[in-house]
């Protein structure tokens, strides 16, 4: 439900002003000297209105909260909320959760709260949700090695993709119940978590805490491919996506050609390739030759032994990419096209 528009809300934000952190990526590696003696740094990823969050901070005075909100119209609430409890203790970042390494040096947070998230229904978008594999491994590069993830949902098909998805990125599970309150109210509440409280619905908590975890490359050839996509597609249109690279008779180095992302061609991309020195991947998606492994480790000399000139394969494109999907190359079997090399953007 869209939340309506509050009356007044500039200089209600310039009222709190004090609260909201204007350019967060300077504080990088530094958070902690908004508060120098703080015991611990803590995030919550969407605080909404607040409730959860005030409270938090006055129960533990010696933490140092970050809520980080998207929507300025409960983000104004939250912070009014603080501002009248004389909380020194919490701050505001207006920004997205995907943008958390660019705020947050490696093990600078020691928890991040997930209360309520948007549950994005459906397959099609699961890659949405702040439990996706996407996001856990964002988190891993903020938090400090046993750093936590408190998630508190409502929404069980929700919760049942997150204790299946979290484990598969680092994380061991703790405190895993179905119904928090069955036996009366636990902990500081949200304002979500007040009304099903009230309406006697169950709410689903877990613990997740980081331990040491190194991803292996996938082996399913549709799990690389969706990777792929989510980190070199990741600002792209789904009507772009959909028309010009997923639809029938389009590839994915068509990413590329079209220019829906900013890329090496040609000798700029094959320079660009001859200098990494990162462990390699090789994969074919769309049409790949006969008795070809899909997917396999190669060296540089690997990848000068095959063919460029694909045109008596049509279809045998191959891609490159390191372990860490940062970078990718793509051998289109068009002549006349490519190869392209794609760096992801931090």
Request: with cysteine.
């Amino acid at each position: 439900m869209r939340m309506r528009k509050k009356k007044n809300l500039a200089p209600r934000m310039e009222r709190c002003a004090r609260l909201l952190i204007q350019d967060p990526q300077k504080l990088l590696g530094h958070w902690r000297d908004l508060m120098p003696d703080a015991r611990e740094l803590r995030l919550e990823l969407g605080c909404g209105k607040g409730r959860f969050t005030a409270g938090t901070a006055a129960g533990e005075p010696d933490v140092l909260l970050i809520a980080v909100e998207v929507v300025p119209d409960a983000m104004v609430v939250a912070m009014e909320r603080c501002m009248a409890a004389g909380l020194t203790n919490t701050f505001f970042i207006d920004a997205n959760a995907d943008r958390l390494p660019s705020f947050f040096a490696p093990g600078e947070v020691d928890r991040i709260y997930l209360n309520f998230s948007d549950p994005w229904p459906g397959n099609r978008h699961a890659k949405r949700r702040l439990t996706h594999g996407n996001f856990l491994r964002l988190y891993r590069q903020v938090l400090k090695m046993g750093g936590q993830i408190h998630f508190k949902t409502d929404n069980q098909p929700l919760f049942e993709f997150s204790v299946e998805e979290i484990p598969q990125f680092g994380f061991q599970l703790s405190q895993v119940t179905r119904n928090l309150h069955e036996h009366g109210p636990v902990g500081i509440m949200t304002d979500y978590e007040a009304k099903f409280y009230e309406q006697g619905l169950p709410i689903n908590r877990l613990v997740a805490t980081m331990v040491p975890w190194e991803e292996p490359f996938p082996t399913d050839l549709k799990t690389v491919k969706n990777r792929w996509l989510d980190v070199f597609a990741s600002d792209v249109s789904e009507k772009d996506l959909g028309e010009r690279v997923l639809s029938e008779g389009n590839f994915l180095w068509h990413l590329f050609s079209w220019k829906l992302v900013p890329c090496l061609e040609g000798d700029a991309a094959r320079q660009a390739l001859a200098e990494t020195s990162e462990e390699r991947y090789l994969f074919y998606y769309e049409y790949p030759p006969e008795g070809v492994p899909l997917i396999r480790s190669v060296m540089l000399e690997d990848l000068s032994a095959l063919p460029v000139d694909q045109g008596a394969v049509p279809g045998a494109d191959w891609y490159v990419v390191d372990k860490d999907f940062t970078w990718t190359y793509a051998q289109p079997h068009e002549e006349e096209c490519g190869p392209y090399f794609c760096r992801r953007e931090n």
